[in-house]
């Protein structure tokens, strides 16, 4: 078989079944199935193929999961990042669904839980400097 991008034979990267895909100027298909060598060639082919094309790939096994794309935009628009104030007076249950849409917001990446992580912590202590002032005394602070 022949990569439909680079021509290079070989074994194939992804195989697909060509289900009215890759035609002619005819309308007639071109092939059984449509192969591509890499990854990169894939990527230049999707003009070839539907954006949702997993029930025509060929080789499954040769990849550890299919799954569908899901838009990103919509699922970061639901999420607020909370304040540690507005944490606070959260009941349990609010807090354990907060948390919970958090980490599916946050998903696997790692960049982003420090640096909210890192936000939440930042602004705990500011919460309690501000509130501490307010209930200590002149002899909290006295070095003496």
Known sequence: MTCIICQTTGRPWLLLN????YVN????NIGKTIQTCSYLCTRQC???IPHNYSQYVLNKEDFCYLRPQTSKKEEEEKFEVLTFDEIKHLTDSEKEIYYSEKDKYMGLDT????LYDE?????????????DGLTGSESDYDDY
């Open 25 to 28: 100027k005819e309308g007639k």
């Open 119 to 131: 936000i939440e912590r930042e602004d705990m202590n500011t919460f309690l400097i501000e509130n």
């Open 18 to 21: 060509n289900d009215n895909l």
């Open 111 to 114: 960049q982003k839980i420090e």
């Open 46 to 48: 999707q003009k070839h």
